[in-house]
């Protein structure tokens, strides 16, 4: 079973592996490590099924502390 299909945005393969995400929720950004993502090959967007989806946010709910905080440089663009 293609849990991904296709990639949405090119149509590129997606292979399955764990990822580190960007993961943004209430204007918190959080990184999230070893996620089982669908990544497409040609354009690297990440995919996710919904029972992934949903594990991500029940483990940012429950998080007593992040294991590691760095600095994010933000960077306008116009
Ligand atoms: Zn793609």
Same mark, same amino acid.
């Given at each position: 079973? +293609? /849990?991904? #299909?296709? &990639?949405?945005? &090119? #149509?590129? +393969?997606?292979? !399955?592996?764990?990822?580190? $995400?960007?993961?943004? $929720?209430? #204007?918190?950004?959080?990184?999230? !490590?070893? $996620?089982?993502?669908?990544? &497409?090959?040609? &354009?690297? +967007?990440?995919?996710f099924t919904a029972e992934v989806a949903h594990r991500m946010e029940s483990v940012v709910a429950a998080a007593a502390g992040?294991? +590691?905080?760095? /600095?994010? /440089?933000?960077?306008? $663009?116009?």
């Open positions: 079973m +293609e /849990p991904y #299909g296709d &990639c949405a945005y &090119c #149509g590129g +393969e997606i292979v !399955e592996r764990l990822q580190r $995400v960007d993961y943004r $929720v209430h #204007g918190q950004l959080y990184i999230l !490590e070893n $996620v089982l993502a669908g990544v &497409c090959l040609q &354009c690297e +967007e990440q995919f992040p294991i +590691e905080t760095i /600095p994010i /440089p933000v960077i306008a $663009v116009t």
